[in-house]
């Protein structure tokens, strides 16, 4: 009797793995190929509306720069730069208040900016799921970011296609082809997270690749909620090293031509600033 119940446990865990296994199989089972257009058509809806639904806003961008060497080690930091970043009517300005903390004397640029990047609002969606790119999509995964399911679409852009554009101290350029992946919302076609990776690049740029990743979150401006850039990290490979900018997004406000805007913690909030946030920038 010990072995017959023995045995007979032993086949209901096997049924309950298997079990658990299936139901696992089917949560993570990739849409169907007519679902996957569908998310895709709602992406590029999403895409489309994006920028033109944006309202004129300001916020700090905090961006810290790093160098290694060619292999990726050895990592040293180098400047942080906080600057002023102004949204209005579709093109971004940046303004550096503070380099390391400081506030940086007028007229004079006392900071190293081996990697400089911009057009974290809507540029890289438009470049990816505009409807003249000509990219290629195809179903990757299911994956979590900050709690939520998201669909992974992984995508590919020829050069024949391509609109990214790389100069080297503005005498070589060149368009190069790239690749990435795309985190949706698989109800709404939100895109929650892009990322680009340039490596058909020409010699006499002297680099070997570039890659940026852009994380997209909730935002309040005014009276409505908005999905905006969180965090983005840009990494470029020359020939020589290697340089990665991480960046951040903080203190979203709305922006109006006629007002006076002060940068840091909203009103009513306590008046320490933890190590990690930003310092108040001056008036606009």
């Not at 101290?169 to 949706?184: L, M």
């Amino acid at each position: 009797m010990l072995c017959v119940a023995a045995a007979a446990f032993s086949g209901l865990t096997l049924a309950q793995e298997n079990d658990s296994a299936s139901a696992q199989n089917q949560v993570q089972a990739p849409p169907s190929p007519a679902e996957q257009d569908k998310l895709l058509d709602l992406m590029r809806q999403y895409a489309e509306r994006y920028v033109s639904n944006l309202p004129n806003f300001i916020c700090v961008q905090v961006t810290s720069q790093y160098q290694g060497n060619k292999k990726g080690k050895h990592w040293h930091k180098g400047d942080t730069l906080t600057a002023k970043l102004t949204y209005a009517q579709g093109h971004e300005h940046r303004a550096v208040y503070l380099v390391n903390d400081k506030p940086i004397r007028p007229g004079r640029r006392p900071w190293r900016t081996p990697l400089v990047t911009e057009g974290e609002f809507g540029t890289l969606l438009e470049r990816v799921l505009g409807p003249d790119n000509g990219a290629i999509f195809t179903w990757a995964r299911w994956e979590t970011i900050r709690n939520k399911r998201a669909a992974v679409f992984d995508y590919t852009v020829d050069q024949a296609h391509s609109s990214l554009s790389l100069s080297l101290s503005g005498y070589v350029k060149a368009t190069v082809p790239y690749t990435g992946s795309v985190y949706a919302d698989p109800d709404t076609g939100a895109i929650w997270r892009i990322t680009d990776s340039a490596n058909e690049i020409p010699p006499e740029l002297q680099t070997e690749s570039i890659r940026t990743t852009i994380d997209y979150a909730e935002a309040t401006i005014g009276d409505a909620k908005y999905l905006l850039p969180l965090e983005a990290t840009v990494s470029m490979q020359t020939d020589r090293n290697q340089v990665r900018n991480e960046i951040q997004f903080q203190h979203y406000r709305k922006f109006e031509t006629d007002s006076n805007i002060t940068f840091g913690p909203p009103e009513g909030s306590d008046a320490t600033t933890p190590a990690n946030q930003v310092p108040a920038a001056p008036r606009q």
